[in-house]
């Protein structure tokens, strides 16, 4: 099982809106709404901000919004803040024997 | 609060095994979903294994026969027993509550295959 795709690096200025893809297949991303979004600042554990495709847990900024479209979710950072400048990584689920598999990341930095 | 603390990385041969432990603080492992995810030096995340609470456990396909998924419900602690280990499987792993949607991670240990 192949990780899922998503663009090396995405840059915005402060104040903008950037989409950072993540393309899988139909038998991931496309057949389930099981599509989490996570961030991580350099050395620090994983952040969850989106989870189910498009849900935002407790105490994660409603800038951060997440959706999906077939094989392909997205997840979308509006006003655009220093604080966000990390990489983000998504994940779906995938089957009952591969279970389930990230993305390869993007690095989001605010110019 | 809740709280994940990992022990049990470092330096190991090929070949040889490691026992990750991961203890867990303000709920209990044996009600939740918990699961392994590494991090390879400079790489992306990877989910490794996890296990239900009914104790169904699950693995991918890089670390299936090798690795094994336990919990002690008594220590309110999860393990990861890792055998055979490979250059490959050199890593910050992670413990992690949930599975697809993680809400509370450790710190991470280092286990670090080289000879």
């Known amino acids: 099982q192949s990780a899922l795709t998503q663009p090396a690096s995405v840059s915005g200025s402060p104040g903008q809106s950037i989409t950072i893809s993540c393309t899988g297949t139909?038998?991931?991303?496309?057949?389930?709404?099981?599509v989490s979004w996570y961030q991580q600042h350099p050395g620090k554990a994983p952040k969850l901000m989106i989870y189910?495709?498009?849900k935002r847990p407790s105490g994660v900024s409603n800038r951060f919004s997440g959706s999906k479209s077939g094989n392909t979710a997205s997840l979308t950072i509006s006003g655009l803040q220093a604080e966000d400048e990390a990489e983000y990584y998504c994940?779906?689920?995938?089957?009952?024997?591969?279970?389930?598999?990230f993305g390869t990341g993007t690095k989001v930095t605010v110019l | 609060e809740v709280q994940l603390v990992e022990s049990g990385g470092g330096l190991i041969q090929p070949g040889g095994s490691l026992r990750l432990s991961c203890a867990a603080s303000?709920?209990?492992?044996?009600?939740?979903?918990m699961s392994w995810v590494r991090q390879a030096p400079g790489k992306g995340l990877e989910w490794v294994s996890v296990?239900?609470?009914?104790?169904?456990?699950y693995y991918a396909d890089s670390v299936k026969g090798r690795f094994f998924i336990s919990r002690d419900d008594s220590k309110n602690t999860l393990y990861l027993q890792m055998n055979s280990l490979r250059a490959e499987d050199t890593a910050v792993y992670y413990c992690?509550?949930?599975?697809?949607?993680?809400?509370?991670w450790g710190q991470g240990a280092l286990v670090t295959v080289s000879s």
């Open positions: 992690a509550r949930g599975v697809g949607e993680i809400d509370y």
């Open positions: 303000g709920f209990n492992v044996s009600n939740n979903y």
């Open positions: 296990i239900y609470s009914g104790g169904t456990t």
């Open positions: 139909s038998s991931d991303v496309g057949s389930y709404n099981l």
């Open positions: 189910e495709g498009s």
């Open positions: 994940c779906s689920y995938a089957s009952t024997r591969i279970f389930y598999v």
